[in-house]
């Protein structure tokens, strides 16, 4: 709606000037009622207008408010899920998972770094997490040869367990196994739970720690390119 004109008044009478006085005065009071009428009508347009600001100011603080909401509960998700704020300039460990405090999704720390640039747009030094496969996060390795491999790294300080899903794929025959995986900052455990393979098992596991990482060994079953793939459920510590 567009704002209501108010047309002005004429030249008003003065006494110092008697011979137009009449005149002026017989047109000055002649547009008062117009004058009115049409200055009421822009003060209900202000107030209207007012109102409809303070709606939107209104509507504007509460969608602030849900985004705000939402990037908590996307914040508090990645932290479920094992993972950290990543913090610019801050040194990672290959291994380490944090989440973007740009788009909240999991990544994974693939080269060591201290960078300032947010995992969500560093493909350099940051995997994406929670690909295909229910969402859990995952580690790839590939080996070529028969001698105990770690094919999976966690940061020790930041899990205290695993629950870890390996699918060995070699020469078109297949195998995936189940492990718990337990440690107690010095020795690490795990137990196996559960094995099918297409033909022959493809790989033995085993785990330990080995600096600041728990890590999952593999023991290839042939030197023939074997690739695993490991699907991860992480448990951090108890606050």
């Not at 047309?7 to 547009?31: C, M």
């Not at 994974?108 to 947010?118: K, L, Y």
């Not at 074997?226 to 699907?231: A, G």
Request: hydrophobic share 40%.
């Amino acid at each position: 709606m567009t704002a209501p004109t108010v047309t002005p008044l004429p030249t008003p009478p003065t006494r110092q000037e008697p011979d137009t006085f009449s005149d002026r005065s017989d047109a000055f009071l002649g547009a008062l009622p117009t004058f009115q009428s049409e200055l009421n009508a822009l003060g209900t347009y202000v107030e209207t207008e007012a109102a409809d600001v303070a709606i939107d100011a209104s509507a504007a603080s509460a969608a602030a408010i849900s985004a705000t909401d939402s990037a908590s509960a996307a914040a508090a998700s990645a932290a479920s899920a094992g993972a950290v704020l990543w913090v610019s300039g801050t040194s990672y460990a290959v291994g380490y998972v944090v989440y973007s405090p740009i788009d909240f999704q999991n990544y994974r720390c693939i080269v060591a770094t201290s960078g300032t640039t947010d995992p969500s747009i560093d493909d350099v030094n940051w995997v994406a997490l929670g690909g295909g496969g229910g969402g859990l996060t995952e580690q790839t390795a590939t080996t070529a040869t028969t001698t105990q491999t770690a094919i999976a790294t966690y940061v020790a300080a930041d899990y205290t367990a695993m629950e870890l899903t390996i699918v060995a794929d070699s020469a078109g025959e297949r195998t995936i196994t189940k492990l718990l995986v337990v440690h107690n900052g010095t020795t690490a455990s795990a137990t196996q739970y559960g094995e099918v393979s297409t033909n022959t098992v493809l790989s033995t596991y085993d785990v330990d720690i080995s600096g600041s990482d728990v890590r999952l060994l593999a023991t290839p079953a042939s030197a023939t390119s074997t690739d695993f793939t490991t699907k991860e459920n992480l448990f951090a510590p108890l606050a």
